[in-house]
């Protein structure tokens, strides 16, 4: 059994987990068994991104960075970047007593781009 690593500071923490971890797939059935567990890939991936460095750089004590970078690209192309971002928004507007949805947006002059104005 491997050692459980010291934390970094971009690790999840448990709540934060319990929150996502329904949304982090587990590893497909069938063919080789996955070491690594969802949530510490989850850590690596945010280690990697919040750092802003290259993926060979990732710490020995992550899984290697070719699994981490796999798992990226694969959740990014399932769609599971975009339901973890949709289920943390919402409780963090319900957290603030506001709506799940806004109801209105505000569009000012310097939010819409115009064309060129020529004469005048």
């Known amino acids: 059994m491997r050692r ?4 970094y500071p971009t690790d999840l923490t448990d709540a934060q987990w319990a929150a996502i971890a329904e949304l982090v797939p587990e590893a497909r059935p ?11 890939l989850v850590n690596a991936i945010l ?7 290259a993926w060979r750089l990732l710490p020995h004590d992550f899984p290697p ?3 981490v970078y ?3 690209r694969r959740w990014q192309a399932e ?9 943390v928004l919402l409780a963090d507007r319900a957290r603030a007593g506001r709506e799940a949805s806004p109801t209105a947006a ?7 781009r115009t064309g060129d104005q020529k004469g005048a």
């Open 70 to 72: 796999y798992y990226l």
């Open 4 to 7: 459980r690593r010291r934390a």
């Open 30 to 40: 069938g063919g080789r068994p996955r070491r690594a567990s969802s949530r510490e």
């Open 79 to 87: 769609g599971v970047w975009e339901r973890i971002h949709h289920a």
């Open 65 to 67: 960075w070719q699994t």
């Open 106 to 112: 505000i569009i000012d002059s310097q939010s819409v």
């Open 47 to 53: 280690y990697v991104l919040r750092g802003g460095m």
